[in-house]
Structure formats: C-alpha cells, structure tokens
T-cell receptor, first 113, second 117 residues
Framework: DQQVKQNSPSLSVQEGRISILNCDYTNSMFDYFLWYKKYPAEGPTFLISISSIKDKNEDGRFTVFLNKSAKHLSLHIVPSQPGDSAVYFCAASDPPGTYKYIFGTGTRLKVLA | DAGITQSPRHKVTETGTPVTLRCHQTENHRYMYWYRQDPGHGLRLIHYSYGVKDTDKGEVSDGYSVSRSKTEDFLLTLESATSSQTSVYFC????????????????FGPGTRLTVT
C-alpha cells in the first residue's frame, strides 16, 4: 500500500494563476517532506522541503503547506509560468528521521500560455 | 549542481545479459542511492549506500546488486537482465542544502534509460 499518494495524475493551469499540487501520506510519524520537479529526460530537481515542526515554508514562487492532522501537504506555485510545466513528486522521510525517502507517483502539471 | 554523473545514459541490452550502471559524484558525500522510475510507480528505491562498502536493500532490490569501493562511485549491477528491468534509473546523493538544519535532501543525476529486449 502506497504510504505517499499523489491522487491527481495531471493538472492544467492558466499562466499567471495559482497551481496547487497535493500529496497525502499515511504514516503520522513522517517528519520531513520534500518536493521535486522533473522535466523529461532529466533527473528530478529538489524544490523545497518542510519539517513537521512547521506548517508552511516559502521559497520565492513556491510555498509548501503541511497539515499534520489531515496528513496532507500541498505545493503552491504563484504565479504559474509555462516553464513550470513538469512532473512534480512529493517525498517523505521513511523511516522518519533518516536519509531515505519514499516518493509519490507524481503529478504532471501543464501551464497553459 | 550536485556533481553527479551517470553512465551510460542510454543502453539497450538483451535478456539474460549482465549490465552495470555507474554513478559518479565529485563532492565526497557519504550517502548514495539508486532508484528506478516507472509509469504509475514514481521513484522506487533499489539500493542505497551509507559509506564505502556499506550498502543496504531498498524497496525493489530483487535482481539487483550494488558495490561501492570508493566514496565517489556507486555501481548498480543487473546480474541477468529481464524485460521487467526496462526502466529509467536514477542515482542520487544526499546532503543538507536547504537551510533546514541537519536534515538531508536528495539530489539526482541525469538518469540512465535502460531497455532490455
């Protein structure tokens, strides 16, 4: 059973609007989360992280929100740009506190010009 | 730039042949990982290493072995390739670069596309 789930395989958003990518997890002990962006024929690129002691972390146009009670995190991209079109993966440190991660299946974001 | 290279970048091989993929890093990081990426499965951990000659299995290790005789190189071997091992393979290293204290993120190489016919 998948412990980290990205239930939306794809998402389309107009340029300039907000993109919201969602990720759910099952283990309440997960304590560190990562988001990656992946372009075709390239390796995933680290975007932003969040620790379970926080509920928000921002880096430029990217903000990650963590709702521990719902076991849910989301990545907000504002404003969305055509160059943001990629596959986005969330990941959780598993076992908690280690340097190993378990990844979701990814969401393909398409930003329409 | 995390200084990770993978070779070869593309390979086509026949069922039953051995295949070795190489991951090379230039920054002396302790932790290295091999993943495979398949449609509908995301990234799945095959093996990882926490130092020279220290390795352990990941989620999908059957049919794969690894070796790390030098800090900078982590080799993934398919002893007898099967069609189910057709995939894109990514190497990653782990270190802290996000400002989140001592927690480590992972940084990925460009990938190797392997086709087993």
């Amino acid at each position: 059973d998948q412990q980290v789930k990205q239930n939306s395989p794809s998402l389309s958003v107009q340029e300039g609007r907000i993109s919201i990518l969602n990720c759910d997890y099952t283990n309440s002990m997960f304590d560190y989360f990562l988001w990656y962006k992946k372009y075709p024929a390239e390796g995933p690129t680290f975007l932003i992280s969040i620790s379970s002691i926080k509920d928000k972390n921002e880096d430029g146009r990217f903000t990650v929100f963590l709702n521990k009670s719902a076991k849910h995190l989301s990545l907000h991209i504002v404003p969305s740009q055509p160059g943001d079109s990629a596959v986005y993966f969330c990941a959780a440190s598993d076992p908690p506190g280690t340097y190993k991660y378990i990844f979701g299946t990814g969401t393909r974001l398409k930003v329409l010009a | 730039d995390a200084g990770i290279t993978q070779s070869p970048r593309h390979k086509v091989t026949e069922t039953g042949t051995p295949v070795t993929l190489r991951c090379h890093q230039t920054e002396n990081h302790r932790y290295m990982y091999w993943y495979r990426q398949d449609p509908g499965h995301g990234l799945r951990l095959i093996h990882y290493s926490y130092g020279v000659k220290d390795t352990d299995k990941g989620e999908v290790s059957d049919g794969y072995s690894v070796s790390r005789s030098k800090t900078e190189d982590f080799l993934l071997t398919l002893e007898s390739a099967t069609s189910s091992q057709t995939s894109v393979y990514f190497c990653a290293i782990s270190y802290s670069n996000s400002g989140q204290g001592t927690r480590y993120e992972q940084y990925f190489g460009p990938g190797t596309r392997l086709t087993v016919t």
